[in-house]
């Protein structure tokens, strides 16, 4: 079966702390994605990779990095997190040719 | 600019009964796929159905089908014989350039 894990489901973080997500695939795929989740505003593309050490921006990068140093991982990282970045954080790789997406369960932030 | 509308931001319907949901889209593209995605409370987010732009026949998926009308843009879900599993955020999408762009979700209540 597909899987994409991400490392942690809850996370509680002061502000200004740095904030690593990881997500890992076993698809073996080339794409994988970073998205933000926000009610009332559906699903916000923060980057995504195409590659091993590739990167694209998304609609929303400010405020996030991103690192793929391998293919089945790639980490998302708040250098100084804010609590506007409070949010449900989705990782999403291809599962075909046909664009749809496989997710992880998700990683809920909290910046307090 | 690509778009995803879904119009309806809430909707509940009587556990059995049969619930639409709306999704107007916006692309200049002739071939793509169409995507609903669901997502329970607290879980993971899933494929529902999909459907290719250039097939006239409605996908069906057991209790889920679509109508989808390519010249008005719209490409709407209907649940048949909802069942209390059916609670959730359901999300409208299209595949543009490698990327899925989103609608905002409609949160689907189920009545028992």
């Known amino acids: 079966d597909v899987k994409v894990t991400q490392s942690s489901r809850y996370l509680v973080k002061r502000t200004g702390e740095k904030v690593f997500l990881e997500c890992v695939q076993d698809?073996?795929?080339?794409?994988m994605f970073w998205y933000r989740q926000d009610p009332g505003l559906g699903l916000r593309l923060i980057y995504f990779?195409?590659?091993?050490?590739?990167?694209e921006k998304g609609d929303i990068p400010e405020g996030y990095s991103v690192s793929r140093e391998k293919k089945e991982r790639f980490s998302l990282i708040l250098e100084s997190a804010s609590t506007n970045q409070t949010s449900m954080y989705l990782c999403?790789?291809?599962?075909?040719?046909?664009?749809?997406?496989?997710f992880g369960e998700g990683s809920r932030l909290t910046v307090l | 600019a690509q778009t995803v509308t879904q119009s309806q931001p809430e909707m509940s319907v009587q556990e059995a009964e049969t619930v639409t949901l709306s999704c107007t889209y916006d692309t200049s593209e002739s071939d793509y796929y169409l995507f609903w995605y669901k997502q329970p409370p607290s879980r993971q987010m899933i494929l529902v159905i999909r459907?290719?732009?250039?097939k006239q026949q409605n996908a069906t998926e057991n209790r889920f089908s679509v109508n989808f009308q390519k010249a008005a843009k719209s490409f709407s879900l209907k649940i048949s014989d909802s069942q209390l599993g059916d609670a959730a955020m359901y999300f409208c999408?299209?595949?543009?350039?490698?990327?899925?762009?989103w609608g905002a979700g409609t949160k689907l209540i189920i009545k028992p």
């Open positions: 698809m073996d795929h080339e794409n």
């Open positions: 999403a790789t291809p599962t075909g040719l046909t664009g749809e997406l496989f």
């Open positions: 459907q290719e732009a250039y």
């Open positions: 990779s195409y590659d091993v050490k590739m990167k």
């Open positions: 999408a299209y595949n543009s350039n490698y990327q899925l762009i």
